[in-house]
């Protein structure tokens, strides 16, 4: 799950438009289809949710908080 808070409305309108569930489906190599975006206006917010690689947790799991995954979305140019 990637949450992305803006600032402000103005902020928030930018990403609204400039970040696609497409690209944010390429970023995190997954299909269209397997994530669920929530534009949340009264907060400033857009929740991404995808399935994990592996468990949390897991001996495999090498991002207990997602933090790589919002590094990848913060490379985007809005």
């Not at 803006?6 to 970040?19: D, H, P, T, V």
């Not at 299909?31 to 206006?41: H, V």
């Amino acid at each position: 799950m990637i949450d992305i808070f803006a600032e402000s409305k103005a902020a928030y309108e930018q990403i609204l438009s400039g970040l696609t569930t497409a690209q944010a489906a390429q970023i995190s190599q997954a299909s269209e289809l397997e994530i669920k975006r929530f534009d949340l206006p009264d907060l400033n917010a857009i929740k991404l949710s995808l399935a994990r690689p592996e468990v949390q947790g897991s001996l495999k799991d090498r991002d207990m908080h997602g933090a790589s995954w919002a590094a990848l979305l913060a490379e985007v140019v809005l």
